[in-house]
């Protein structure tokens, strides 16, 4: 079993090594200097635009998508250690390099799904980087781990259809970028195949009745840097027909399509943010001293130090598993995996994290370090893109089947 990186992936993470280096961490503290300088909190800050245009320089450049035709055209396996080291700055890289969620995974159902008019009107600004977008799935009224349970209604009107619904937590809609929401309902409620109830459809931002109403905070942050989570509310919004993605029915299939990869390109990227703890932790360790002696000499503290590093080993691999699987038989082979790491990853990204903050004392808790941010991320992300438990379920449920 060979475990080396092939000579592309190699020569990008050294680029991106540099980029992260050069560009990105010292961006950190003026991107929250500029911010606090804007007019609105939404707004984007001067250095995430010069980010953007030296990494589209360096050919670091919508990395994520393996259409060749759109994207970088690299393979998961290829994406995965990049990926990884953009979670060192999650607020940052990902955004800089194009790769941010949501607009990669509504990038990738536009690649796949929309037709070309859509793609023209839609996918190619967002390759470029020109606008933002939001995916519009979850909802406040009903448990959204169960796909089946939106109540937001998508019905035809002669050439047109309407749209009626309430959504939340809808990532980098309060960016005054976003320009276009991916909305999941149901065109056919009363179906037999509950899994053929829903669909797709395009809505751009300014259609009359969408109405953003406020911003959702994650555990007392309100993510500027996505350009926020927020309740959305769709009154009578009509649309053409020609907006729907793929046809009637499909949006159950297109929304498993894009949270495949949109799982793995989470869990890359907590490795990240694991490393970045350890580091911080680790110089944290040495620098202070407690008792007459270092911290690093604290014998709980080096048990952290050792589980942490244990921990990301083995998360690694196993994301790279998963990477190698999508690649060579497809997400539904790669099923059980990619279950895994989201609720593997999450979990024991947390644990570091907290243990991190630990170590830092009252700092870790502060705006000094970025340890409390980054655990908020991580901890949302064990329910993000399906709950911790929906995955164990099916998981047991796979598992169990062999033996019944």
């Given at each position: 079993?060979?475990?080396?990186?092939?000579?592309?992936?190699?020569?990008?993470?050294?680029?991106?090594?540099?980029f992260?280096?050069?560009?990105?961490?010292?961006?950190?503290?003026?991107?929250?200097?500029?911010?606090?300088?804007?007019?609105?909190?939404?707004?984007?800050?001067?250095?995430?635009?010069?980010?953007?245009?030296?990494?589209?320089?360096?050919?670091?450049?919508?990395?994520?998508?393996?259409?060749?035709?759109?994207?970088?055209?690299?393979?998961?396996?290829?994406?995965?250690?990049?990926?990884?080291?953009?979670?060192?700055?999650?607020?940052?890289?990902?955004?800089?390099?194009?790769?941010?969620?949501p607009?990669?995974?509504?990038?990738?159902?536009?690649?796949?799904?929309?037709?070309?008019?859509?793609?023209?009107?839609?996918?190619?600004p967002?390759?470029?980087?020109?606008?933002?977008?939001?995916?519009?799935?979850?909802?406040?009224?009903?448990?959204?781990?169960?796909a089946?349970?939106?109540?937001?209604?998508?019905?035809?009107?002669?050439?047109?259809?309407?749209?009626?619904g309430?959504?939340?937590?809808?990532?980098?809609?309060?960016?005054?970028?976003?320009?276009?929401f991916?909305?999941?309902?149901?065109?056919?409620?009363?179906?037999?195949?509950?899994?053929?109830?829903?669909?797709?459809?395009?809505?751009?931002?300014?259609?009359?009745?969408?109405?953003?109403r406020?911003?959702?905070?994650?555990y007392?942050?309100?993510?500027?840097?996505?350009?926020?989570?927020?309740?959305?509310?769709?009154?009578?919004?009509?649309?053409?027909?020609?907006n729907?993605?793929?046809?009637?029915?499909s949006?159950?299939?297109?929304?498993?399509?894009?949270?495949?990869?949109?799982?793995?390109?989470?869990?890359?990227?907590?490795?990240?943010?694991?490393?970045?703890?350890?580091?911080?932790?680790?110089?944290?360790?040495?620098?202070?001293?407690?008792?007459?002696?270092?911290?690093?000499?604290?014998?709980?503290?080096?048990?952290?130090?050792?589980?942490?590093?244990?921990?990301v080993?083995?998360?690694?691999?196993?994301v790279?598993?998963?990477?190698?699987?999508?690649?060579?038989?497809?997400?539904?082979?790669?099923?059980?995996?990619?279950?895994?790491?989201?609720?593997?990853?999450?979990?024991a990204?947390?644990?570091?994290?907290?243990?991190?903050?630990?170590?830092?004392?009252?700092?870790?808790v502060?705006?000094?370090?970025?340890?409390?941010?980054?655990?908020?991320?991580?901890?949302?992300?064990?329910?993000?893109?399906?709950?911790?438990?929906?995955?164990?379920?099916?998981?047991?449920?796979?598992e169990?089947?062999?033996?019944?």
């Amino acid at each position: 079993m060979d475990f080396a990186f092939d000579a592309r992936t190699e020569e990008l993470r050294a680029r991106l090594l540099a980029f992260m280096d050069e560009h990105v961490y010292p961006a950190e503290q003026i991107e929250h200097e500029q911010r606090a300088q804007l007019a609105s909190p939404w707004d984007t800050p001067a250095i995430i635009e010069e980010l953007k245009a030296e990494a589209r320089k360096q050919g670091l450049w919508n990395l994520f998508l393996p259409d060749s035709e759109h994207g970088a055209g690299l393979t998961n396996l290829q994406y995965a250690p990049l990926a990884e080291i953009t979670g060192r700055s999650p607020n940052l890289a990902p955004t800089a390099l194009n790769c941010a969620a949501p607009d990669t995974g509504n990038m990738e159902v536009l690649a796949q799904f929309a037709d070309d008019e859509q793609k023209k009107q839609w996918l190619e600004p967002l390759l470029a980087g020109e606008i933002r977008s939001a995916f519009a799935m979850t909802e406040p009224e009903v448990a959204s781990s169960d796909a089946t349970n939106i109540r937001t209604r998508i019905e035809r009107d002669g050439d047109d259809y309407v749209i009626n619904g309430r959504k939340w937590y809808i990532s980098g809609a309060m960016n005054p970028n976003c320009r276009i929401f991916i909305v999941m309902g149901k065109t056919d409620p009363d179906g037999e195949d509950v899994r053929r109830q829903q669909s797709m459809i395009l809505v751009p931002r300014d259609t009359p009745g969408v109405e953003v109403r406020r911003a959702m905070q994650v555990y007392g942050y309100e993510d500027h840097s996505h350009g926020g989570h927020a309740e959305v509310v769709f009154h009578d919004v009509r649309v053409p027909a020609s907006n729907l993605i793929d046809e009637e029915g499909s949006g159950f299939a297109i929304a498993q399509a894009r949270l495949g990869p949109g799982r793995i390109h989470h869990c890359m990227r907590l490795i990240g943010m694991a490393e970045r703890a350890i580091e911080l932790m680790c110089r944290r360790a040495v620098s202070r001293e407690a008792f007459g002696k270092a911290i690093a000499q604290q014998g709980v503290v080096q048990n952290w130090i050792a589980d942490a590093r244990v921990t990301v080993e083995q998360l690694r691999l196993l994301v790279l598993k998963t990477a190698w699987l999508m690649d060579t038989v497809g997400n539904r082979g790669a099923h059980t995996e990619i279950q895994a790491i989201k609720i593997a990853t999450p979990r024991a990204v947390v644990d570091i994290l907290d243990k991190a903050v630990q170590v830092h004392g009252a700092g870790g808790v502060s705006q000094d370090f970025p340890l409390a941010e980054l655990w908020a991320a991580a901890r949302t992300l064990k329910l993000a893109d399906g709950p911790d438990e929906v995955h164990q379920r099916s998981l047991a449920r796979r598992e169990l089947k062999r033996y019944v």
